[in-house]
């Protein structure tokens, strides 16, 4: 993966850029649980020395004495996870993370009882519901890079 893919947290104070991507996982361990406030992380692989930080640097918690997590300082979405090995970058931080399809799970032994279940519970959705989620107005940083955040007319 030599392309290069953009993406960074929800409020766009963080932003970056990355080429030499490798392998997408999920982590099932508790700490990724943690970090993600989810069922698991999801990450890919990244050559540090071609992911440049475009816009602002992520804040650094140390999760243990080997690792440290990376997340934006302002709005707390969760971007890396840095190892002596290297670093990963959150798959939900890319402008297009449905090109990070997971190859592989990491500590499988540690994921949620149920998550093995998980997609075979029905889909809801009702017109209330609907309508709801289409009067939303999102605030959140779009999905590709911007000269300027926030527009002038919102500072």
Same mark, same amino acid.
């Given at each position: ?11 766009? &104070? ?12 999920? $982590? ?11 069922? !698991?992380? &999801? ?27 990376? !997340?934006?300082?302002? $709005? ?13 970058? &959150?798959?939900? &931080? ?44 999102? !605030? ?16």
């Amino acid at each position: 993966m030599s392309e290069v893919h953009s993406g960074g947290c929800q409020c766009g &104070a963080v932003r970056f850029q990355a080429s030499k991507l490798g392998r997408p996982s999920i $982590c099932h361990c508790r700490m990724c649980q943690k970090q993600f406030g989810s069922f !698991f992380g &999801a990450f890919v692989t990244a050559d540090q020395a071609h992911l440049t930080w475009t816009r602002g640097q992520p804040m650094l918690y140390r999760s243990s004495a080997k690792v440290k997590r990376g !997340f934006c300082g302002k $709005c707390g979405t969760p971007l890396t996870y840095q190892h002596p090995n290297g670093v990963e970058l &959150a798959i939900g &931080a890319f402008d297009h993370p449905e090109r990070f399809e997971p190859q592989i799970q990491v500590n499988h032994h540690q994921r949620l009882p149920w998550i093995d279940q998980l997609f075979e519970k029905p889909a809801y959705s009702s017109p209330a519901m609907e309508e709801f989620f289409a009067s939303i107005e999102s !605030f959140q940083h779009p999905d590709h890079d911007t000269t300027q955040w926030p527009p002038e007319d919102d500072q």
